[in-house]
Every structure is written in C-alpha cells, then in structure tokens.
C-alpha cells in the first residue's frame, strides 16, 4: 500500500498515511496526530514517499542478478557506437534519487 504524505493546514505538521490506491484521491478522514484537529489536512505535494527499507543502492546489475549488463552487450551490437555511453550509463544507475 502507498504512503502518502500529508500537512496539517493549522499546524503546518508533516506525516505519512498508507492508503490504498482507490482512496488516494479521496480526503483524509483522520484528524492531525499533532494538534488533533479534524479537517484541515490537505496532501503534500510531494505525493508518494518510498518506504524507509527500500534499497538505495539498487542497481539494474543487482536487482538482475547480472543479466542487465548482458542485455546492454548484447544491445550494443545492434546500435551504433555514439550510443554505447549511454548504455553502459544505465548500468551504473542506482535507485536512490540524490545524494545527501
């Protein structure tokens, strides 16, 4: 189930709610966990955030058991050669969306 982010409008307290993808764009029944009051919560617009295990250090190679770097040898025989850089790019791509 996704976590959605939300801010209370009173407050101006951040938290995350699981909501099933059918409620997604339904209001928040929930009151604020902070200043508890109803209504007011409105979706941050960051939308959907990541689980706190998702791994950030992904990469095509792990998450394929090698097979992706094969995929891009073999890809590179049917292109030409100003696009191999790119190719050999996507292999070292990981999952994570900045650094900090």
């Avoid at 982010?5 to 339904?26: A, K, P, Q, S, V």
């Avoid at 050999?88 to 969306?97: E, H, N, P, Y």
Wanted: contains cysteine; hydrophobic residues 25%.
């Amino acid at each position: 189930m996704p976590n959605y982010g939300f801010i209370c409008d009173n407050c101006d307290h951040r938290f995350d709610c699981y909501l099933t993808m059918d409620n997604r764009n339904n209001p928040l029944k929930e009151s604020c966990p902070e200043c508890k009051k109803a209504g007011g919560v409105i979706k941050d617009l960051n939308g959907i955030r990541c689980s706190l295990n998702s791994d950030a250090t992904l990469t095509p190679d792990k998450a394929t058991g090698g097979k992706w770097s094969e995929l891009m040898t073999q890809m590179k025989r049917g292109v030409s050669k100003r696009y191999h850089t790119n190719l050999d790019q996507a292999s070292s791509q990981t999952g994570r969306l900045w650094k900090g």
